[in-house]
T-cell receptor, first 112, second 113 residues
Framework: QQQVKQSPQSLIVQKGGISIINCAYE??????FPWYQQFPGKGPALLIA?????SEKKEGRFTISFNKSAKQFSLHIMDSQPGDSATYFC???????????FGTGTRLQVFP | DAGVTQSPTHLIKTRGQQVTLRCSPK?????VSWYQQALGQGPQFIFQ???????QRGNFPDRFSGHQFPNYSSELNVNALLLGDSALYLC???FGAGANVLTFGAGSRLTVL
């Protein structure tokens, strides 16, 4: 019940295309859902996050869609760029804790 | 403004040895969490320190221990190293325990031979 399932494992997108990564969870106590971006040799960097009181959050080219009833959330990267090539992790945590449960990651490659 | 700094960057140990990893949190942060990231996997929570005490712990054996100092920096100690302890160890800092918003360092890559 503590797992966060992430798909796909890898994703190849043409420059300018839309990248979509999906995550699902079971624990209804989760109330914070961040996405992290990790480049090789670097630590994860917070990209965007959402709480379950909203269904969508947009920051620039990055959008989180959240479906509370389905216990699913997804990351959409619009107008994908080669510089977006990285590994993306979804995560979830319970209120007042910093114990993030991470998905297994999606390796995104954007080709020009 | 320095972010989270970790040392050493890379290290190699043999089975049975002990290792100490160090972390300095981002300026203004007072809480430190440690994560283990195996190759090709997502980070896994080890434990969190706040006010010099272990506040939360993940599913890791007692061989993993830590400490937080009055200046908020932290150490992760792993005893009796196993081959399976080979991983990237990430330190993350935040302001106030339970704030959720974590800033990660680049990690310490541990290889156990």
């Amino acid at each position: 019940q503590q797992q966060v399932k992430q798909s796909p494992q890898s994703l190849i997108v043409q420059k300018g295309g839309i990248s979509i990564i999906n995550c699902a969870y079971e624990n209804t106590a989760f109330d914070y859902f961040p996405w992290y971006q990790q480049f090789p040799g670097k630590g994860p960097a917070l990209l965007i996050a959402i709480r379950p009181d909203v269904s969508e959050k947009k920051e620039g080219r990055f959008t989180i869609s959240f479906n509370k009833s389905a216990k699913q959330f997804s990351l959409h990267i619009m107008d994908s760029q080669p510089g977006d090539s990285a590994t993306y992790f979804c995560a979830a945590s319970i209120a007042n804790t910093d114990k993030l449960i991470f998905g297994t990651g999606t390796r995104l490659q954007v080709f020009p | 403004d320095a972010g989270v700094t970790q040392s050493p960057t890379h290290l190699i140990k043999t089975r049975g040895q002990q290792v100490t990893l160090r972390c300095s949190p981002k300026s203004g942060h007072d809480t430190v969490s440690w994560y283990q990231q195996a190759l090709g996997q997502g980070p896994q929570f080890i434990f969190q320190y706040y006010e010099e005490e272990e506040r939360q712990r993940g599913n890791f054996p007692d061989r993993f221990s830590g400490h937080q100092f009055p200046n908020y920096s932290s150490e992760l100690n792993v005893n009796a190293l196993l081959l399976g302890d080979s991983a990237l160890y990430l330190c993350a800092s935040s302001f106030g325990a339970g704030a959720n918003v974590l800033t990660f360092g680049a990690g310490s890559r541990l290889t156990v031979l």
